[in-house]
């Protein structure tokens, strides 16, 4: 669910652009806000086409406020609070506390999945300079 128009979002209809996904367990976490903040702030650097995209479990409530302290331009959020259906269908929802596993993952303009990192603990940031050349890569790449 977007955050700013409360609608349902289906990310396999965005082909054209490079995704690049932010997944983080919380935003009201430490490691989660530095994640956010990384892909916001350093983020700049990508081309255009890449749309960056965080995706937590938190409340489209929660995410806007984040959204409004942090101000952090250029960033979409997207909760999957109800459910949690982009995690059961991205196998990225963890058991026990039923949050989104910190992740990064890259999709291409044609809407495949060429990237993913999965942190295998949860304290730690990805490596979020591999998944921008990544991103960078796929961006570049012509039709």
């Keep these: 669910m977007d955050t700013l128009t409360m609608k349902e979002i289906d ?6 652009s490079v995704l690049f996904l932010s997944i983080v367990p919380s935003l009201d976490t430490p490691v989660c806000e530095a994640q956010t903040h990384y892909l916001g702030e350093e983020g700049n650097k990508l081309p255009k086409i ?3 995209i965080v995706i937590s479990r938190d409340t489209p409530f929660a995410q806007k406020r984040f959204s409004t302290e942090a101000r952090l331009g250029h960033l979409q959020y997207l909760s999957d609070y109800k459910q949690g ?3 059961r269908a991205t196998g990225l929802l963890t058991e026990g506390l039923m949050l989104l596993a910190r ?5 291409d303009k ?3 999945v060429q990237y993913i990192q999965v942190v295998p603990e949860m304290t ?4 979020m300079e591999k998944a921008f050349e990544k991103a960078t890569e796929l961006a570049r790449e012509k039709e």
């Design 11 to 16: 990310l396999s209809k965005e082909r054209g």
């Design 50 to 52: 890449v749309r960056r």
């Design 85 to 87: 259906d982009f995690g």
């Design 103 to 107: 992740s990064v993952v890259i999709v």
């Design 110 to 112: 044609k809407g495949i």
């Design 124 to 127: 730690r940031l990805p490596d």
